[in-house]
Each structure stands twice: as C-alpha cells, then as structure tokens.
C-alpha cells in the first residue's frame, strides 16, 4: 500500500508540475516512469518518452533529496533532464548552462507575429550569473535554518 500510495502522490506531483508550465502528460505514461524509477513492479507498464523521464528524475530528485543542497550543478542536471535533445519544440536552446542575450533579451508575450504584447522581460544574461549565485547562497543559509 505504501509503494502504491507513493506511485499515485509522484505521479499527481509530476503531472500538476507539468500542467502549471503549460504541458499536459499523458497519466499512463507519467505513472508508468514513476514506477520503472521506484522499481515498482505494476501491470500495463507502457513506454514513456525522454522528456517524461526527464520530468519524473526532477521530481525524484527534488522530494526525495530535498535536504541536498540546491546547486549550479544541479540546476544544470534539471535543465539538461527536461531539454534531452537540447530543442524547445524547434527551437534550438542552450542547455546546463545560463542563458545569453545572443537572441536578444528573454521574453514572455502572447499575441500574433508582429502584434506580440511583452508581459515580462528578464534582467540582461549578463547578471544571471551573479544573481543565481546569490540565490543559491540565501537557499543554502535557509535550508540550514530549516533543517536546524
């Protein structure tokens, strides 16, 4: 029951994480992970794809070494773990590594080409690195804090 009751939690986690960035697994497919990485034994185990392993090593990682420290490295796993082919649909994105301005500052917007509305525009590439440092150092003081 226990196994089971954590296939269910990890494989809910994996798929509401999904849903909020805006993708939609396939439930099957997402359980089916989960359990080949627990080694659980369940009928009806169907293959699932390298971005849907991808997601559950993520989650994996995230909950159950949730007291390992936060890192640069790790980060760079995460990111490497969700773009396995180094593609975002067709584009072409750097992967385990910080983002450059080379094709122009990052983003968000909605509308159609050439009506496009901007709803946020990140800091330049040339700060990630120094701001990510310093979060990376305020997570680790906190995780302290918290496991103290």
Request: glycine residues 6%.
């Amino acid at each position: 029951m226990r196994d089971e009751a954590r296939l269910e939690t990890l494989t809910q986690e994996v798929l509401k994480t999904s849903e909020i960035e805006g993708e939609h697994l396939d439930k099957k497919s997402v359980r089916s992970s989960v359990a080949r990485h627990l080694g659980i034994t369940i009928g009806g185990l169907i293959p699932s794809d390298r971005f849907v392993d991808g997601v559950v090593e993520i989650i994996l990682d995230a909950t159950t070494d949730c007291n390992k420290a936060l890192t640069k490295k790790r980060l760079f796993q995460w990111h490497q773990l969700l773009f396995p082919t180094s593609r975002s649909n067709s584009m072409k994105i750097k992967v385990g590594q910080w983002r450059d301005d080379a094709q122009g500052p990052m983003q968000v917007v909605s509308g159609a080409i050439g009506r496009e509305r901007i709803h946020y525009e990140a800091p330049p590439a040339e700060r990630v690195e120094k701001e990510m440092k310093q979060f990376l150092t305020w997570m680790k003081k906190k995780n302290r804090l918290i496991l103290s």
